[in-house]
């Protein structure tokens, strides 16, 4: 534009300006699209394409390529040599291809004839049926049908032509074919030779193009502004079905995105790269297509949690493990909390947590597998915390406390007081809460600075102490007072203590010492700490808290006094339980009138001024008038007032939630309901001062502290540490402090339980109706009945697992258990805490010897293990460094009890206890059949299996399910020299199913395992020389990697695989019992189809078996077995067995078949001997037939013993 | 350094604030020729960069409520609000000093050139408008324009802020009820605003800067601008937290802050205060103090202020648009009158009748 020159402003600078600043906007324009074409997860793509990229050039230099790509090269010549021989009979196949060629161009027209033939046809028989319709059957009618006839003669003599033009292509293919044969053949070959290798070319090649076009194809795709059409770096996300968040009232789609920078999360190979191109952890768990955890069915979000949608380090709401990573990822990502998520990835610590929300109710089936979350789930069923906080769907609504209905029957009021004071102080291992004198109301806390003009300030120590005295005085009014009958038997202290340790109280109770070093000195193993033995309170001093009377009486029937009590009915009887009371109450070891330290029984002081403020604070709601006069008439007397005021302590501090008190049964419970917790906004915690307190302790600046806010886990965490911490530095009127109990739980534990917590959350899983199968839900609910009645006390129920290596170094992990080291040893290494023990063991050696070294260490196989031998296998392990232990799962009882036949009071803490157990003094103990033996007359192995409680690994393969049913809910002693009993249980409704069930789905699931191994076992084998002849054999997809899955148990390929696997065990004569069905199983033995042909073959079959099984030179079972009734002929008691009349309804009868055979197979060590070894010729004598089918008659005279024996 | 961040806080509690920024008005009125010296700006802004330097440097939260992407611009306000008032005063000031000399004003010679509509309006306008288009994108990716969290209706964000041209009329929330606040009185902006060139009958000050020939348009503007909206930005964007509570500068946005205040209607301060009763049962009766006094407001005053002090006003104007001009102005009155009541003596309403949803 011209400068006109009266303008105010100079149009050529206005120009330069508009040029300057328009170009200023192109600039911005641009740079707002790079900036938005430049993601960091782009980056990560470009990194882990190159990352991949190495890995195939590095795959195509390792040695197997190289031998592939020699072979191609060979082929390759030879396919040369093969094309240059052919090329002399070029001409010919040159002609040949022509006349295809020609032949093809006439089959296509032929086809294109027939198709335009077909159209005119149709369209003239359309036209014909419109004119029947319309017109009817005139003339014309007919001229059109002659018209539609002769279209369907030329159609078909096109069909014809066409046929005849296709055959001539077909057969000029055929002759081509031919003549190329021998080239096809190589072709093909190299093609198969080189198909792993082209694969990983064809990789390289996409990954990173060689040639130019493609290169920079790869460049256009990705440029900004233009990636939108089909760019090579894109975002990859899962849409889970069904799996939403809620989010403004409405649940939403959760799409996960996390995989567009974690490229390798379902991909094996990737475990020792850095994230994020880390393969997950357990891809036989999670993400991978044959996981129970599938990537497409699950994606992310729903366990890490975290937002799903976000490509951005920090908007993916990332979390650190801990403080440092946090501090490192704030330095390098500039990482802080964003504080607009609302569900914030869960810490490595707490992603267990996540399991919770579909594993809710088959939280006892995945403890193996998370075991922090279980633990939580188990730790807040056994600390009663669902007693004050409601979860939906937990499984319990027991009142995890005591009834306080008769507690005056128990103890005194002097003791309730105490113990209510600081339960701790009477017993540290509580799991009863300290409830008074917390934080709170701590002794220098102002509790009231005279609110009611009493013109006194109260502290915490006589607030609470009143708070005390009248707690005690409210349960007390409302307990049963009438006595309990006096125990009708004189008790004798010594025999007590026999049926104490041998009845089994010890399986669920301890005596440990007070103290850890106490506990840590405790030889006896009845005073030592287990797993299982914290099952009931310990006993220690309980002679002080409790009336004689009433220990009968709860002995003799715990279900009188407390119908929800976990502790069952020993069916002791009255002179039993008369002499367990003597002898806790005589108390000759010193145990049950032991009493921590500081501990003193005794009423608490209170005032009645402290009483009449408490009154007046809980009854604020009554007319001060009407108050001043209740305190004058009804409430005149201390104790009436003390109740009044107890009551309302008890409703106020909750009391009533654990336990059952008269008139409170209908109370609500005082606790935050916790069914949707780990969904509440963290705006709904009330974290007090906590946060400032904190920061200024440690320093914190203020994003640390606004951080420590945004986590629900901090919240838990600490309110479990200290549950009335939030209350600090508050101003609080006494009824409104904080009020949930302080448990004293160790950091693992609160570790634990606020992972459950924090896993309880607004359940999404519900929408997407994930609920285990009916299988899985009855072995949770076995698992869970197992836990509560403590059957792994005394049960063995799974064997443990010895860690090593071999003399090559290779490790091996194996169930078993450990031999004895010496002659000088009576029990067998434990597996807990061996290489202490073996530590132990050797110094003590060094005494004698000081050059002593342990070479090795025996270990007997308790699965069949392919290499190392079958179930009983001894074997040794050289290199006692590598041993590393998983106890067996219960039978802890066990090492009590054989302690008792072995060695009696030696153990002791009491150092002249030997002998005044029923011993002579000598090392002879007087057994159950009133005869003296020697301690060391026998070794450990049988006293195992002879008296202590059996073991249950694979229960399920050797009961019947519907007898082991029948025996939980009334047991039948089985073995009469036993003295542990097994208890009667209270089962609630399906319990006792749920046991039975539970064993026969392990038997049903470890069966495949068992079967596998004991297959490659007899027929020594490899997995892949058996992969290679089931190839042969055409049972297909049975790959090597399948067999070792079946051999480690892995669910996927056992499903996938028996099937092949039995039947090539069965062509190769292999046979084993089959898998058990948790299913009615039924009994052929006792059908007419099996029995007659024995009938027919041998009139007397019974009496030709009884005459076998009963012969003093034959197996003699008798020897051993009880039969109906009638005992064994021999009179030592450490060889009787079960009576034989059980077995029709008891046991498996596939299970007596491999046990008749070779008994030290399934029990090793047990005194049954190998009868019918089906490799030896035996008791042909009696029975003229091979073991085997001596087996079959045995067990069919077995299971119809009762015919057998009524023909006697 | 503490003492000095609470005693600045102290500074801007809400009284405070808000009488000293009237206190400074006048202040700047009355020695205008002081303040429109360039120094007086030129230490301003050093004095406010330094400020601005040194407070989010040494105190967290300060830093937290001014480097939020949402308040730069609000930051940016401040000093161009400052600059170009003050520029207006110095012009003003300078104006007049030659007027009373005798000569023209600045602008007196300027005043009867012309210039034309293209290039010199719309052509500069236009590549303003490219000029601030690639600000606002390169201010848009440097700050990384923030996003908020997902909605939620059932947990709206705390505190709940308008748009920050609005946060005048959320403060007016406050302290009245909301068809008051939210009707009423931005209602009377508009009208008010139209109404101007039919009000304002001072031929003087166009086209020209003048202090001295329109003090009363000065100080209307000042106040209704710059005090009543602008400075309620400042306050809506800075000193209105959580629960909408008030905080200092130095002070921690913390949700749990409690206001102590127990508001009352006036009713219950003229029957149950003064009187010793209880409130009588008729809400006409029981309000009959606030509607009283409302319509002497409304009805006594204009014509009590025009026989009075503003005689010379009502010669001038003509009674009618006296009236009019009296109504829009005791209308803006009533807002700092409400507020200095609801923050002196917690007066809630003036007139309370909950019954009727009616409420003043």
């Known amino acids: 534009m011209a400068d006109r020159g009266d303008t105010h402003y100079r149009v050529r600078t206005l120009n330069r300006w508009f040029a300057w600043s328009s170009l200023a906007l192109l600039v911005a324009t641009f740079w707002m699209v790079i900036d938005d074409w430049s993601r960091p997860w782009k980056t990560y793509q470009k990194g882990f394409r190159a990352l991949e990229v190495e890995r195939a050039r590095a795959e195509l230099e390792s040695p197997q390529a190289r031998a592939a790509l020699e072979e191609e090269a060979r082929l390759s010549q030879e396919l040369a040599d093969a094309q240059g021989r052919f090329a002399s009979s070029h001409s010919e196949l040159e002609a040949a291809e022509k006349t295809l060629t020609e032949l093809e161009h006439q089959g296509f027209i032929a086809t294109e004839g027939e198709k335009k033939l077909k159209q005119q046809y149709n369209w003239e028989r359309f036209v014909t049926e419109g004119y029947l319709i319309q017109r009817g059957e005139g003339q014309g009618y007919q001229a059109k049908l002659a018209n539609l006839k002769a279209y369907e003669d030329r159609l078909a003599a096109a069909s014809g032509v066409k046929q005849a033009a296709d055959a001539r292509v077909v057969e000029q293919k055929a002759k081509i074919a031919a003549m190329r044969s021998s080239i096809s053949t190589i072709e093909s070959e190299l093609k198969a030779s080189t198909r792993d290798i082209d694969l990983v070319r064809k990789k390289l090649a996409s990954q990173a193009p060689e040639d130019a076009p493609t290169k920079i194809a790869n460049v256009v795709r990705d440029f900004p502004g233009l990636d939108f059409i089909g760019p090579s770096l894109k975002v990859q996300k899962v849409m889970p079905p069904d799996l939403t968040f809620e989010l403004n009232f409405t649940r939403k789609q959760r799409i996960d995105m996390c995989q567009t920078c974690h490229l390798a999360v379902d991909r094996e190979g990737f475990e020792g790269e850095t994230h994020p191109f880390r393969t997950h952890p357990r891809p036989d768990l999670f993400l991978s297509a044959k996981s129970p955890h599938p990537l497409n069915q699950l994606g992310c979000t729903i366990c890490h949690r975290g937002s799903g949608e976000s490509l951005d380090f920090q908007r993916a709401d990332h979390r650190a493990t801990d403080e440092e990573e946090g501090e490192r990822w704030h330095e390098e990502y500039g990482w802080y909390k964003q504080h607009y998520w609302d569900y914030p990835m869960l810490s490595s610590r707490f992603v267990e947590a996540s399991c919770v929300q579909c594993h809710k109710t088959s939280m006892d089936l995945i403890a193996p597998e998370a075991p922090e979350v279980a633990e939580g789930y188990r730790l807040f069923e056994r600390y009663g915390c669902h007693a004050c906080h409601k979860v939906d769907g937990f499984p319990t609504t027991r009142r995890p406390g005591p009834t306080l209905a008769k507690i005056l029957q128990k103890t005194r009021p002097e003791f309730v007081q105490a113990w209510v004071t600081n339960p701790k102080s009477f017993r540290p291992t509580t799991w ?190 009554t007319l001060r008038s009407e108050l001043d006069r209740l305190f004058r008439e009804e409430w005149k007397s201390d104790e009436a007032l003390l109740e009044a005021v107890g009551e309302k302590w008890v409703l106020n501090q909750g009391c009533h939630s654990c336990h059952e008190i008269p008139g409170l049964e209908n109370a609500q419970p005082i606790g935050t309901e916790l069914t949707t917790w780990g969904s509440k906004t963290i705006d709904k915690l009330d974290f007090g001062f906590l946060p400032e307190i904190l920061a200024r302790e440690h320093g914190w600046d203020h994003h640390r502290e606004t951080e420590f806010k945004q986590y629900r886990e901090n919240f838990l965490t600490w309110k479990l540490r200290n549950p009335r911490i939030y209350d600090r530095e508050k101003i609080k009127n006494p009824t409104e402090r904080l009020r949930m109990p302080w448990f004293d739980f160790t950091e693992d534990q609160i570790q634990a339980i606020a992972t459950f917590v924090v896993g309880l959350v607004n359940d999404e899983v519900q929408h997407a109706k994930m609920i285990p199968s009916p299988e899985k839900a009855a072995m949770d609910k076995g698992l869970r009945v197992v836990r509560q009645k403590n059957c792994a006390a005394c049960h063995v129920i799974e064997p443990g697992t010895i860690e090593f290596l071999d003399e090559d170094g290779h490790p091996h992990a194996v169930r078993g258990q450990f031999q004895l080291l010496d002659e000088e040893e009576l029990l067998p290494p434990p597996m807990a805490g061996f290489s202490e023990y073996l530590a132990d063991y050797e110094s003590y050696m060094r005494e004698d010897d000081p050059e002593f070294e342990l070479e090795e260490v025996y270990a007997q ?348 | 350094m503490e003492s000095l961040k609470s005693f600045i806080d102290s500074l801007f509690e809400p009284t405070r604030y808000f009488l000293g920024s009237v206190a400074a008005v006048a202040a700047i009125f009355f020695w205008r020729r002081f303040f429109s010296k360039s120094i007086v700006i030129l230490a301003f802004f050093l004095l406010g960069t330094a400020f601005f330097v040194w407070a989010p440097r040494n105190d967290t939260d300060f830093r937290a409520i001014i480097t939020k992407p949402d308040n730069i611009p609000i930051v940016m306000l401040l000093g161009s609000v400052v600059f170009f008032s003050w520029l207006a005063l110095r012009q003003a000031v300078i104006n007049d000093e030659r007027r009373k000399k005798g000569g023209a004003g600045n602008e007196g010679e300027l005043g009867k050139q012309k210039v034309y509509t293209w290039p010199d309006l719309v052509y500069t306008e236009f590549i303003c408008i490219i000029a601030f288009t690639a600000f606002l994108i390169v201010w848009s990716i440097v700050v990384e324009a923030p996003i908020e969290e997902p909605a939620a209706t059932a947990r709206t964000p705390n505190p709940s802020k308008a748009p920050w041209y609005f946060l005048g009329l959320q403060e007016m929330l406050v302290y009245f009820d909301p068809w008051i606040a939210g009707v009423v009185l931005p209602g009377f902006i508009i009208v008010g605003l139209m109404a101007v060139p039919y009000l304002d009958t001072n031929p003087k000050g166009n086209g020209y800067y003048t202090f001295e020939e329109r003090p009363f348009a000065w100080a209307f503007f000042w106040v209704g601008f710059i005090l009543f909206w602008v400075s309620f930005v400042i306050l809506g964007t800075f000193l209105r937290g959580p629960n909408w509570s008030f905080f200092g500068p130095f002070e921690f946005w913390d949700v749990h802050k409690l206001e102590p205040l127990v508001n009352v209607d006036l009713s219950t301060y003229f029957w149950v205060d003064w009187l010793g009763r209880a409130l009588p049962k008729s809400p006409l009766v029981r309000e009959a103090p606030g509607i009283l006094s409302l319509l002497a407001f409304f009805l006594v005053l204009p014509p009590l202020l025009g026989k009075t002090l503003l005689k010379g006003l009502v010669a001038r104007m003509g009674v009618v648009r006296f009236n009019v001009f009296m109504h829009f102005m005791l209308w803006f009155a009533l807002m700092p009158t409400k507020m200095l009541l609801r923050w002196t003596v917690n007066l809630k309403y003036i007139i309370g009748i909950p019954e009727w949803f009616f409420n003043v």
């Open chain 1, 861 to 1208: 196989l308790l699965e069949p293990v392919p290499g190392l031998g079958d179930v009983g296998t001894t074997f040794s392990i050289a290199d006692v460094g590598s041993i590393r232990t998983k106890p067996a799962w219960g039978g802890d009882l066990v090492p009590v009890i054989a302690d008792y036949y072995l060695r009696p009071g030696i153990r002791s803490d009491v150092e002249d206890q030997e002998g005044t157990l029923t011993g002579d003094g000598a090392g002879n103990v007087q057994d159950v059949d009133g005869q003296w033996r020697s301690f060391t007359e026998e070794v450990y192995e049988k006293i195992r299996w002879t008296y202590a409680p059996p073991v249950l690994i694979d229960e399920g393969s050797k009961l019947q399910r519907d007898w082991f049913y029948r025996f939980l809910l009334e047991p039948v002693p089985l073995r009469e020299q036993i003295r542990v009993r097994m208890p009667t249980f209270d089962w609630a409704e399906g319990e006792a199913a749920a046991v039975a069930d539970l064993f026969a789905n392990r038997a049903r699931l470890e069966w495949p395992k068992g079967y596998a191994r004991k297959l490659l076992l007899a027929l020594g084998k490899t997995p892949a020389e058996i992969a290679a002849e089931m190839a042969s054999m055409r049972l297909n997809g049975s790959t090597e990697s399948q067999i070792q899955g079946i051999l480690d148990g892995k669910p996927v390929e056992t499903a996938a695989g028996i099937a092949n696997l039995v039947a090539y065990g069965g062509a190769q004569g292999f046979s084993m019992a089959s898998a058990v069905s948790p299913q009615y199983e039924t009994l052929p033995q006792r059908t007419p189809s099996h029995l007659d042909p024995y009938l027919a073959q041998m009139p007397d079959f019974y009496d030709e078996v009884h005459a076998l099984i009963i012969q003093p030179g034959g197996p003699n079972c008798i020897s051993c077995h009880f039969l109906a009734g009638d005992p064994p002929t021999n009179e030592s008691p450490i060889a009787w067995a079960p009576d034989l009349a059980h077995t029709r309804e008891r046991l498996r009868p596939n299970w007596i078949r491999d046990w008749l055979s070779d008994p030290a197979r399934i029990y090793p060590g047990t005194t049954m001997p190998a009868n019918f070894a089906l490799d030896q010729e035996q008791w042909q004598g009696l029975y003229p037939a091979p073991a085997s089918e001596q087996i079959e008659a045995v067990i069919t005279w077995l299971f119809n013993l009762d015919r057998a024996l009524i023909k006697n």
């Open chain 1, 432 to 621: 009863m809460p300290q409830v008074f004198h917390l934080e709170n109301y701590a002794s220098d806390v102002t509790v009231v600075a005279s609110h009611y003009g009493l013109g006194r300030e109260m502290k915490g120590d006589e607030w609470s102490d009143t708070a005390v005295a009248a707690v005690s005085a409210f349960v007390g009014s409302r307990s049963a007072t009438e006595p309990l009958p006096p125990i009708p038997v004189q008790g004798d202290a010594t025999r007590g203590r026999e049926v104490f340790r041998l009845s089994g109280c010890l399986a669920c109770h301890n005596m440990a010492p007070f103290t850890p070093e106490g506990r840590s000195e405790a030889k006896d193993p009845a005073l030592q700490l287990r797993e299982t033995n914290e099952h009931g309170p310990n006993l220690r001093g309980i002679a002080s808290k409790v009336h004689p009377e009433w220990l009968y009486a709860w002995i003799r029937d715990p279900k009188a006094y407390w119908p929800q009590t976990r502790m069952p009915d020993l069916r002791l009887s009255d002179p039993d339980a008369a002499d367990v009371v003597a002898y806790v109450f005589d108390d000759p070891d010193g145990i049950f009138h032991d009493v921590p330290e500081g501990w003193a029984e005794g009423k608490r002081p209170y005032e009645r001024d402290v009483l009449e403020e408490q009154a007046r604070w809980f009854f604020n709601r």
